[in-house]
């Protein structure tokens, strides 16, 4: 079974940075697509950023966000930059995995003005 689980998400001052890291464990023979989603309070789930394994193409919906990979580490990475308190979300990580899809439980990052 495989499982996914971020981390690094917490409490910054508007105009800081955080980087948020999703790991994937278990069976895992490849990776195909990893994204980062967020979902702010009352609102719906948006897509913030993605990465396709293999041609390494990238989506960021702004430029302060940065989505890497690391499929040798099972590994996916959001850096944001320059937050702004509506950046304040439940930061979620999916990842395509032998081609079934899985989301990580999320990691809350607070944005302060």
């Known amino acids: 079974q495989v499982q996914l689980v971020e981390s690094g998400g917490g409490l910054v001052q508007a105009g800081g940075s955080l980087r948020l890291s999703c790991v994937a464990s278990g069976s895992i023979s490849s990776i195909n697509f990893m994204s980062w989603s967020r979902q702010a309070p009352g609102k719906q789930r948006e897509l913030v950023a993605s990465?396709?394994?293999?041609?390494g193409t990238r989506y960021s919906v702004t430029g302060r966000f940065t989505i890497s990979g690391d499929n040798a580490k099972n590994t996916v990475y959001l850096q944001m930059n320059s937050l702004k308190p509506e950046d304040t979300a439940v930061y979620y990580c999916?990842?395509?995995?032998?081609?079934?899809?899985?989301w990580g439980k999320g990691t809350l990052v607070t944005v302060s003005s």
């Open positions: 990465i396709i394994s293999d041609s």
């Open positions: 999916q990842m395509v995995i032998n081609k079934v899809h899985y």
